[in-house]
Each structure stands twice: as C-alpha cells, then as structure tokens.
C-alpha cells in the first residue's frame, strides 16, 4: 500500500496516510477542518530485489583448474572452443 502526502490548503498542515491504492482521498484537515489536496512526495524510489543489477552480478570467473577447460596441466594443442568448453 502507498503513502500518501496531503497539504492543507487553509493551514498549511503537511502529513501523510498509508492508503490503500483504491481508498478514496482524504478531503478533511484533522487540525482545523480545512480542504486537503494530495501531494506528489519527494519519497518514492524504486526498489530492485534479485540478483543481475549491480555490475558484479554477472561477472565471469576465471576458469578453475589452470586451463580454459580445467585440467591442471596445460593445453599445448588446444582442445577446447572459443566457448570454453572441452573437446575432447
């Protein structure tokens, strides 16, 4: 549910209500019983959860084992493809 920001317009009264999203606007100062108009807030951001949003978050890493398709010892005659992976 959002938060909603109001401003008085008769005594500048600022606050803000967590609304449902189909709950009617409020249209009553609780100070002094003066119209209230809704607000655009300076607090919304987005929010991103998961992985795949940071600049690490994909990185390859370096192939374990020494060589491209992780043998220990090393490939004189190249047995593996450009994507890594052993031919043999």
Do not use: L
């Not at 401003?7 to 002094?32: H, L, M």
């Not at 043998?71 to 004189?76: G, K, L, M, P």
């Amino acid at each position: 549910m959002p938060t909603y920001g109001y401003k008085c317009e008769k005594c500048g009264y600022e606050f803000e209500e967590f609304q449902n999203i189909t709950a009617p606007p409020i249209e009553k100062c609780s100070q002094c019983d003066g119209n209230v108009k809704r607000v655009i807030g300076t607090g919304m951001q987005v929010i991103f959860k998961g992985s795949g949003f940071y600049a690490t978050d994909n990185k390859k890493s370096a192939p374990t084992g020494g060589t491209c398709c992780g043998r220990t010892e090393r490939c004189d005659k190249p047995p593996c493809s450009d994507d890594n992976i052993c031919k043999e």
